[in-house]
């Protein structure tokens, strides 16, 4: 159960540090995962957002720790690290686009071709090519599967904008998507 | 072709963190026998990231886990067991074959420590040696509080980088830890500083025509009578000798 997650937190750090694990990991994961669409970085991306969590965590008072809104918080690191991450690859001179290195990069793997060439592995690469506002709602809401208000909190809007967000990036999808599969 | 809703393809896309994600995150500690007294070692996936001497802790573990985790921004669990060859490579001195996570301190720094590790049991270097090797010989006083920021002392021997004169100089654990652990090892401190009063501080052989340092396991070899001391590289090199290619004294 997560439901007194944030007070046990503000409570006793070190001893629920590995509930907030267990419980997100999977979550933190998927967000890295689809938002970058970088499975050789996603796992390092989100051990990260852990460790910034804990070191934020310690140094927070337990009032604060005690009204968490634990995995939007933890979704919100990670976001952060992903964009960031991709801005400093962008910046990084003779690097191919980050969301065409899937299908340049030379080291892949016999598995991950082809997986590449099957639906969903193209939807996964069609997220990339959302608009970074729609991406981030689609992922966290039909992916990750947030209710709208953690959802908003996450990413630091209104519900009414994480919704048209969530909205448009779905339609944009549908368009995209091969006919068999809307 | 069956339709799919495209949420529900979507919602297809999420996959579980991989297996063993809760260790990348954590790091593992125990507590082993050093050569000089327990230590408290700590490790994540990548290798070890921290010891440090339970004296230093006053032996309390708590002290040790809350400082690992001020300084490293880790949590911390206690480990099933020892990294694999973590205590043969403390009974031997040699800390070559275990795998270090460094992330934690800068480039520079990463390849002191590396320069440091090759550094055998029983002998010394001076603080220029591994600014010089490194290629950064001006780099001297740079090269020593690299090695004071050491997260993985005795294991990387920073303990046997001393002063050029044979002063064992600083350790993070107070000088007479750096001292204790060179005696351990039968490092002839005593003859070092003597030579190094002397102003020599290289030793050469008159029947092979090589110089060392005083500590170098051929340097200890030389015969009494045929032991000449050398005051620099220069005064070596100007008497016919050259350096030795196990310690590299120059």
New interface residues.
Partial sequence: MTDDLPLRLSRDLEGTFPDVVASYQDAVFTTALRMSGRREDAADAAAEAFLRAYTALRGYPAERIAALSVRAWLLTIVLNLVRNEARAASRRPAQVPLDRSAEVDGTEGPEAQAERHDGQARLGWLLTELPEAQRTAVVLRHVVGLPYAELAAAMGCPEGTAKSHVARGVQRLRALVPEEAR | ?T??P??A??????????AG??A???AGWVEVDGPVGPLYVAFTDRGISYVCPTSWMGGDAGRF?EYF??RF???L?PAARAPAGLSAALRSGRGTGLDYDLRSVGEFDRKVLAKTLEIPRGEVRPYAWVAREIGHPAAVRAAGSALGRNPVPILIPCHRVVRSDGATGNYGFGPQLKVDLLRAEEVDLDGIQRLGRRRAHYVGSDTTGVFCYPSCTHARRITDGHRVELANAAAAAGAGYRPCRHCRPA
């Fill in positions: 072709m339709t799919v495209i949420d393809r979507l919602a297809a896309l999420a996959e579980p963190a991989p994600f809760a990348s995150v954590y886990l985790r001020g921004g880790r949590p669990r």
